[in-house]
């Protein structure tokens, strides 16, 4: 490609670089309580390494230390980096700084790209602020191409976005419930853009992060609507989750037959073997004890796991939920527990209750509110979960005479235990054999 | 389904947790920490990996050193244009490098007192130029670097930097005759003086342009020569880039040779450009695992990311707490981007879409989007598959238009269509495969 043809020449060093890594962003979250404003800035270690020669040792790494003692100028930099000039006239700020120990501790935050200081400012203006501009100067001298992506409200009210470019002059922040006045002084077109148009980014895709913070920070109503999300979730979950189908299924499917003795007339002696239930009640009654000790075990382990109680590998725990469902399987075709299929369930449930945390954990859900997502999402597998009983139960009860169930019995266990086997394998070592 | 999917991406650590809803700038009591941030245990815990400098500890230690002097004697100098440029020089060999944007932020400081000037020294002009192009602003780009090539007084290195950018902007654009043009003019007796690597470098990319029409037997063959070529102001084994744009050649010619001259590329030049382009190659030639082990250490650039995660997905499944986790992270930087008004990653993002979140629609969107700025052939690549993916390969037309107009060719279209078509999901897993289930599902 041409573009990067420079090189023999060493006039310019080379084109630079394409889309590559993530910009540098530092993000703000700014309220206005009457007179009082406060803010959190998160701004990149990198940034800040470049401003202010953090590496003391000049080892390409930054060790805590390295950063701890440094948090007074971290500090002052934010604080110089960030002027809210409140109805025309400049606010007092109101901690002299962030140094170690004082109220606010040196804290870290982790971002997509690496890890950001975490500084509170807050400011005393003269009277209840009506009016509100910010003055964004973070790295004006060093990265114009830095932008502060800034969230304000009044009090607790719904977030509002602006990204400011450094260095562009004050900008005014409209505050909700107060007539907005003046068009924002804005240096660029793509600070102009955002400024001027919030709404449009909230109806962006990438304005999701924002729109759930509101979800958790205001309003009941969207509150109901994310665990209306991570119920969906749950049931999603179990209905593309093809070992837990399979795992309820094996247990299903000798569900709606009971073990009989018999004689076997060949060689005269007594053995049990399948036959169609007869008693309705007792059938369901087995379902339901197998159902339930599923529910309840996997909701232990689901709990366990994502309040960090226990948190074993997942390879072990995707690895025993394989072997869970070959067992099941098999178990169809050989019976060793045939009556108290609750109690295997009850005892494999717990296992598969860590995997489902892995799905909730990976989802990034498991710290902060820990509460609703993981009664939402256990409700969503619950819901998803009935769905299949409600499916196959009928449609095997009805069956459960025919050749065919006998048939789809015995092939269906032993096709399900040789696909889990083969899960089993893959998991264990880390293999790509099949789908799942 | 996929708002919701874009909410639980949302509701992720690092955005929801980790920033907003510990966002509430009350202070907490003094030893306690919000959900999501922390307060490293130890003193000697690394918290952060910065830019790696090149060499042994002294030598890393040193190149520290000659920057914060640098940065040291700029400030007391701001308007010394030598200082300023070497500086800026300095930035953009070290963004490119890494791949990292921040670079192209730090030219502009240290040229703030020329950034903004209607005509600024040629130098100046030509190194915004080239910021410019490495923002996707093709435009402004060209503006500057038709104004520099309208000077009559310029000087020859300057004159042939802004000759080769401005091919570089138009064959981006697809502007493939307007470029061919430009390079014709550099590999003229006009910039003779200049020595044999510029005017390698013309004829390299002549020879790039000759490959994007059709003639690419004889452009591979003249790259070549080139290669093998003895060169008096390169020594040695023939230039990284050069290899590359050979093993971009047999890549879009399908010739297996591409392998190797990746890896004689990366060899003088290991950069992030050239680690992803071989990347692409491992994972058409369903080698996933080999990307892994190229691309450890590097993944702070996205499109690094990016491969990562595709790599992971085919070695190790679509469940895969990696992938999932690489994948999300790469979601919140486009969200990053989106935010700060920075559309330059379409291409990118589209494979994203595609390929790791499964939401062709999507993929698609980005992918024409990215075509109606860029035509590359990765950038034919990404709308024919997106199309294909979608089930809309109507979509794709203006592609193959552009290519029976250039009489270009590219082994991976025919392969790139059969491929989406393979693995061109059940809608469920479509929209819901990725974006957050954990291994377990």
């Known amino acids: 490609m041409i573009r990067r043809l420079l090189a023999a020449l060493a006039l310019i060093a080379l084109a630079g670089p394409a889309a590559a890594h993530k910009a540098s962003d530092a993000y703000v979250t700014l309220r206005v309580a009457g007179a009082e404003i406060s803010a959190r800035l998160d701004i990149a270690l990198r940034d800040l390494d470049r401003d202010l020669d953090l590496d003391a040792n000049a080892d390409d790494r930054l060790s805590w230390r390295e950063v701890r003692t440094r948090w007074s100028d971290i500090a002052a930099l934010a604080r110089a980096g960030l002027v809210p000039i409140a109805d025309g006239a400049a606010c007092t700020p ?19 790209d690496g890890r950001y200081a975490v500084v509170r400012l807050s400011w005393r203006c003269a009277a209840a602020v009506q009016r509100l501009d910010a003055d964004y100067r973070l790295f004006a001298r060093t990265d114009p191409t830095h932008r502060g992506i800034v969230r304000y409200a009044r009090k607790d009210g719904p977030l509002q976005l602006v990204v400011l470019g450094p260095g562009a ?51 009941a109503s969207s509150g109901l609507a994310a665990f209306g999300g991570f119920v969906r979730e749950g049931v999603h979950h179990i209905l593309i989750g093809y070992d837990h189908i399979l795992f309820l299924l094996s247990l299903l499917l000798p569900s709606v037959w009971q073990r009989r003795c018999e004689a076997d007339h060949a060689t005269g002696r007594m053995r049990t073997r399948w036959a169609p239930a007869t008693d309705g009640r007792r059938a369901f009654a087995g379902v339901l004890k197998v159902v339930t000790a599923f529910t309840l075990a996997h909701s232990i382990t689901l709990a366990l796991s994502v309040f960090d109680v226990v948190d074993p590998p997942s390879r072990w725990i995707e690895s025993t939920i394989a072997g869970s469902v070959v067992l099941a399987a098999l178990n169809n075709v050989w019976p060793l527990i045939a009556e108290a299929r609750w109690k295997l369930t009850f005892a494999f449930g717990l296992v598969h209750g860590f995997g489902f945390a892995s799905a909730l954990k990976d989802a ?14 256990n409700l969503g597998v619950e819901i998803g979960q009935l769905c299949i009983v409600g499916l196959v139960l009928p449609l095997a009860w009805s069956s459960r005479a025919t050749r065919a169930y006998r048939g789809a019995f015995a092939g269906g266990s032993m096709a399900i235990a040789g696909i889990a086997a083969l899960w089993l394998v893959q998991r264990a070592f880390d293999l790509s054999l099949i789908a799942g | 389904m996929a708002r919701t999917a874009a ?101 502009q400081a240290v040229l703030a007192p020329w950034w903004k000037l209607a005509q600024p020294p040629p130098e100046v002009r030509l190194m915004r130029a080239t910021v410019h192009q490495s923002q996707h602003e093709f435009q402004a780009a060209l503006v500057d670097l038709d104004a520099l090539l309208a000077l009559p007084a310029l000087t020859l290195p300057v004159r042939a930097q802004a000759e080769l950018t401005r091919a570089g902007v138009q064959q981006v654009l697809g502007h493939l005759a307007e470029a061919e043009a430009g390079c014709r003019r550099l590999a003229g007796a006009a910039f003779i003086a200049l020595g044999d690597g510029a005017r390698r470098n013309a004829l390299a990319c002549l020879a790039e342009l000759a490959s994007l029409q059709g003639r690419d037997t004889a452009a591979a063959a003249a790259l070549a020569r080139l290669a093998n070529a003895p060169s008096a102001d390169a020594p040695g084994d023939a230039p990284g880039w050069l290899q590359l744009m050979r093993a ?181 897993a479509a929209r819901w495969g990725l974006s957050m289930n954990g291994s377990a599902s």
């Open chain 1, 94 to 112: 109101a901690t002299p700084g962030n140094t170690a120990g004082a109220e606010a501790p040196p804290v870290l935050a982790t971002h997509s």
């Open chain 1, 169 to 219: 002059g004050p900008v005014r922040l409209h505050l909700p419930g107060l007539p907005a006045v003046a068009t924002p002084v804005v240096p660029d077109t793509a600070t102009a853009m955002a400024a001027a148009t919030p709404q449009t980014l909230a109806a962006s895709p990438a304005f999701a992060p924002a729109q759930a913070t509101h979800a958790t920070q205001a309003g």
């Open chain 1, 364 to 377: 990034g859900l498991a710290q902060g509110d820990l509460v609703s997502p993981l009664l939402g999402f």
């Open chain 2, 7 to 107: 909410l639980l991406r949302g509701l992720s650590l690092a955005t929801l947790v980790g920033w907003s809803a510990a966002g509430s700038p009350s202070s907490p009591a003094a030893g306690t920490v919000d959900a999501g941030l922390a307060i490293p245990a130890r003193d000697d815990e690394i918290v952060e990996q910065l830019p790696a400098h090149v060499g042994d500890a002294g030598q890393r230690r040193a190149a520290r050193a000659a920057e914060r002097a640098q940065r040291a004697q700029l400030q007391a100098h701001p308007d010394e244009l030598g200082l300023a440029l070497q500086a800026a020089r300095d930035a953009l060999a070290r963004g490119r490098r890494h791949g990292d944007p921040r670079e192209l932020g730090a030219v």
């Open chain 2, 248 to 428: 971009e050649l047999a890549q879009r010619r399908g010739d297996p040779a591409a392998g190797p001259l990746f890896v004689a590329a990366l060899q003088s030049e290991p950069d992030v450009y050239t680690l992803c382009a071989y990347a692409d190659w491992l994972l058409d030639a369903g080698r996933p695992r080999e990307v892994l082990a190229l691309l450890a250490g590097h993944e702070a650039a996205d499109p690094v990311l990016l491969r990562i995660a595709l790599a992971e997905r085919a070695a190790y499944g679509a469940r895969d707490a990696r992938m999932l986790r690489d994948t999300r992270l790469l979601g919140e930087r486009f969200d990053a981007a989106l935010l700060r008004g920075d559309r330059s990653h379409g291409r990118e993002q589209s494979r994203y879409e595609l390929d790791l979140r499964r939401d062709p629609a999507a993929a698609l969107r980005l992918a024409q989007a990215n075509w109606r700025v860029q035509h590359e052939p990765a950038d034919a690549v990404a709308l024919v598959r997106a199309a294909h993916a979608a089930g809309r390969d109507a979509a794709a037309d203006d592609v193959w238009r552009f290519l029976r107009e250039t009489g270009g060719r590219d082994a991976r279209l025919a392969a790139g269509g059969a491929a989406a078509a393979a693995f061109l999901p059940a809608p469920t």
